[in-house]
């Protein structure tokens, strides 16, 4: 998971520029998101935000993603329903990239690809659609677990 955003600003400048009130928790769950080096799903977020403020409730965590959802700050995920209806979030980057799901070991690997950009320019431009988000998402067994079954037969 990629930490550059497209500006140097941190998510909390984002939010409070946006005139909204930053609380000390809210400050807590922003820091989380913007820091994760993998894809977080709201119980873990919860989770690891009351290791930090034990006081910070289900509610809280999830008005909070709301709110950075609509600021269109962060991207909401299915990753292939992988465990059922999670979802999973993550800070947009400005390089969108694939997600490869295994459905053996749950592993989800990012891909960058100047194809995948080359496609976005393609569709505006023959569909002369204004994309604003992408999202594509591969599934089948990582190179680990691909690597693993043949050693088993
Ligand atoms: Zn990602
Ligand atoms: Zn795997």
Redesign the pocket.
């Given at each position: 998971m990629s930490t550059a955003t497209p500006t140097s600003r941190s998510l909390a400048d984002a939010f409070t520029a946006k005139g909204l009130r930053l609380t000390a928790q809210r400050r807590v769950l922003l820091e989380i998101i913007e820091s994760a080096t993998s894809h977080l799903d709201a119980a873990g977020l919860l989770q690891l935000a009351r290791d930090r403020d034990a006081r910070i409730n289900r509610a809280t965590v999830y008005r909070t993603l709301e709110i950075l959802k609509k600021l269109g700050l962060i991207d909401e995920l299915d990753l292939m329903h992988l465990n059922g209806e999670k979802h999973y979030y993550e800070i947009r980057t400005g390089r969108d990239h694939i997600h490869l799901a295994?459905f053996?070991?749950?592993?989800i690997e990012e891909y960058e690809s100047p194809v995948f950009d080359q496609l976005k320019q393609e569709i505006a431009q023959k569909q002369g659609f204004s994309i604003g988000v992408v999202r594509m998402e591969v599934g089948g067994?990582?190179s680990?677990?691909v690597r693993a079954n043949s050693r088993e037969q």
């Open positions: 295994c053996e070991c749950g592993r067994r990582c680990i677990c």
